[in-house]
């Protein structure tokens, strides 16, 4: 399975409605506030113009018989 590319982590500072906003909003969309952060930027920044590439998505769950490794079937 590719590994997902190391992400950059920092501090940020929100005003306290602000972070409850975006908390009520991630619990709407099932995400956590990371994800709903990262989401909104991204939207922000595409109706900017600015093109990014698709975020590489972990996958979840057991994987397909032909990548499970031998003996632990």
Request: with cysteine.
């Amino acid at each position: 399975m590719a590994e997902a590319p190391p992400r950059k982590a920092f501090a940020l500072r929100l005003d306290p409605a602000l972070f409850a906003a975006i908390e009520r909003s991630a619990a709407g969309d099932l995400r956590s506030v990371n994800a709903q952060v990262e989401c909104l930027l991204r939207e922000a920044l595409a109706r900017r113009g600015i093109k990014l590439s698709a975020p590489v998505v972990a996958r979840r769950g057991r994987p397909p018989k032909d990548e499970q490794v031998d003996g632990l079937d």
